[in-house]
């Protein structure tokens, strides 16, 4: 059996002078307006550096492959993501399931922003989801997670925790991306988030008493 090669998605080199950190911006720019309107698999690097303005060779210094642009949207996501949600998990001076319900409205209304850049990700994710740096982030999101469990529901099982934890992250990825397939008012995003969070908070406070 072949083992499958990992495509290189690491950059080539890091801009150091503004010139070259201008470029890469311009690069990635072009990457999202040609993701939205092209789709994934008619994502090439030739047609994002026509829509940066910028030559093949000059994108290359940077970017060794269209998975390394892919992967650099994707890791720009995930570190936003990260930051805005960690930064509710993390807010100690309110109470845990007022966090949770917080963040619930935050990523639904994430989701709902970023639904066509994200949508075209999801169907580009096969060129780097078994890469290491992906790999990473992703565990980052689980300590995060477990974190917050602990906090929330330290009497129960750690096995229990895992559990809860996972269900929340996988229901909440699965619905968001459900729900954000169509075009959403402000009023609905409110409605089914609030109902979102009313479902896992209920979940977890039957945890809590029967821990």
């Known amino acids: 059996m072949t083992e499958r090669k990992t495509p290189r998605i690491s950059s080539r080199k890091q801009p150091k002078q503004a010139r070259s950190t201008e470029l890469v911006a311009a690069v990635l720019d072009a990457a999202v307006q040609v993701l939205a309107k092209e789709g994934a698999q008619r994502f090439t690097t030739a047609r994002v550096a026509e829509r940066a303005g910028v030559s093949v060779g000059s994108l290359y210094q940077y970017f060794p492959n269209k998975a390394a642009i892919l992967f650099r949207l994707q890791s720009d996501e995930w570190r936003e993501t990260a930051e805005l949600l960690g930064g509710i998990l993390d807010d100690d001076g309110k109470p845990p399931l007022e966090r949770l319900r917080a963040l619930v409205h935050a990523f ?3 989701e709902c922003e970023e639904a066509e850049v994200r949508m075209a990700l999801d ?14 982030a992703k565990a980052g999101a689980q300590r995060k997670i477990a974190a917050f469990m602990a906090d929330l529901l330290p009497e129960i099982s750690e096995e229990e925790r895992v559990l809860a934890g996972d269900l929340i992250a996988t229901t909440l990825t699965a619905v ?15 409605a089914y988030a609030d109902a979102l969070a009313d479902m896992l908070c209920a979940y977890l406070e039957g945890l809590r008493q029967n821990g």
């Open 108 to 110: 639904v209304r994430s």
């Open 176 to 190: 968001g991306k459900r729900f954000s397939e169509k075009p959403r008012t402000k009023g609905e995003i409110e």
């Open 123 to 136: 169907d580009a994710a096969p060129l780097y989801r078994d890469a290491p740096e992906a790999q990473a």
